[in-house]
């Protein structure tokens, strides 16, 4: 089924598999870790496609391509297919209808429109060459109910017992993500981030950054969520999924990109505690600087990470620039409860929602820890990097 386009078609390839020279160029790059996955295009018997086959093509194998490429400074890549229409299923959109809110989602729902999907398409696709399945929906979040998911890991739990199989056997790889056609960007990276990070020890690698407890609460959904972003801001995708509508998703911070394994460990400088240490902190939006990352463990689980966000990349849209200092806890599994796995240390709590969380010299240029009698001090600012000395708090 056919449909008009609405939404930045004239951006847009033209459809089919056929791809121009810079972007064969772009697939064929050497040295990524292909993350390969089938765009199922799901129809609903009430509700018409808004947007073209080559729009959702282009949203996922070229403009989340690029954001992964520079996320992971090349170390990974999205590649894959799309359906060559679409599938429509069995029944109207309002009996998959889900809650917008994620503590309040019927899982059977997303089970029954994970199943149909894959049923509708089964003819059509080899889920054996992929490493997850996303279906993009023909309705609008106020149709279906919510923008952008993750069914598995996610909506469906860590450890989904029940294999996701077609009627004629074909078992999902990796995982499945659900969008609505007006899924932002950095809601495609979110959920499919969910995916490419997987289940270890019961637990994703990338949750949701967000906390689940406050977007449950009732009123205007943006202003809830809003409300939700207590421990990231708008400084990584899996806190804030974009902070402009119409601008692509902010840079990913160190923390994230640690758990994805694509920042280089040579890049990771660690200081322990009680260790006297200056370093100088490149740009973390930038791959060429020798030190990426300041670690600083605390104990077997907690840690600081020293980071320098700069106007480089998507960097580009974040709420500021500076130095940020986020707190981690390995044994902390999801935001709920006002816990996180991790949380940025305010440099200016006056700001609303972080964004005045970065520290910078002439501004808020030293953290103090007490309990762990540990100093962090911005000394210099040269260039975009930073002169951070690391150390003890003097007596």
């Not at 390839?13 to 790059?29: D, F, I, K, V």
């Not at 637990?203 to 421990?231: S, T, W």
């Not at 505690?273 to 939006?285: A, M, N, Q, W």
């Not at 840690?303 to 960097?315: K, S």
Request: charged fraction near 25%; aromatic fraction near 8%.
């Amino acid at each position: 089924m056919g449909g008009l386009c609405l939404i930045g078609c004239a951006l847009a390839p033209s459809a089919g598999h056929t791809q121009g020279p810079a972007e064969r160029a772009r697939a064929e790059a050497p040295g990524c870790l292909a993350h390969r996955g089938i765009v199922i295009l799901v129809d609903f018997p009430d509700v018409r496609p808004k947007v073209e086959r080559r729009y959702a093509q282009r949203r996922f194998f070229v403009e989340l391509d690029e954001y992964v490429r520079e996320m992971s400074y090349g170390r990974a890549c999205i590649r894959g297919d799309i359906t060559a229409g679409w599938h429509t299923l069995p029944h109207p959109v309002s009996h998959y209808r889900i809650s917008p809110r994620n503590l309040e989602v019927d899982r059977s729902r997303v089970l029954s429109l994970i199943r149909d999907a894959l049923d509708a398409a089964d003819n059509e696709i080899d889920l054996s060459k992929y490493s997850f399945v996303a279906l993009f929906l023909s309705a609008s979040r106020e149709e279906y109910g919510m923008i952008g998911l993750c069914g598995y890991p996610g909506m469906l739990g860590w450890a989904f017992k029940e294999s996701l199989k077609t009627r004629s056997g074909q078992t999902v790889q990796g995982g499945v993500a659900i969008f609505s056609y007006q899924a932002h960007l950095g809601t495609l990276f979110h959920d499919v981030a969910h995916i490419l990070g997987g289940v270890r020890e019961g637990k994703r690698v990338m949750p949701c950054l967000y906390d689940h407890d406050l977007q449950a609460r009732p009123g205007p959904l943006r202003e809830v969520f809003l409300g939700a972003i207590v421990n990231m801001g708008f400084w990584d995708p899996m806190s804030c999924h974009y902070n402009k509508w119409h601008d692509p998703p902010p840079g990913m911070c160190a923390w994230t990109r640690m758990r994805m394994n694509w920042i280089d460990a040579s890049k990771i400088r660690v200081i322990q505690p009680g260790e006297t240490k200056e370093v100088t902190l490149g740009p973390l939006g930038d791959r060429s600087p020798e030190v990426l990352v300041v670690k600083i463990p605390l104990s077997a689980t907690t840690y600081y990470l020293v980071e320098n966000r700069q106007p480089v990349g998507f960097d580009r849209y974040l709420p500021g620039s500076g130095v940020l200092i986020s707190y981690a806890d390995d044994s902390v599994a999801e935001c709920r409860r006002g816990e996180a796995p991790v949380r940025l240390v305010n440099a200016d709590p006056n700001v609303p929602r972080l964004e005045g969380a970065a520290f910078d010299i002439g501004k808020r240029s030293v953290f103090v820890d007490r309990e762990h009698r540990l100093k962090i001090q911005l000394r210099e600012k040269v260039g975009g990097s930073y002169r951070v000395l690391v150390g003890p708090e003097s007596e």
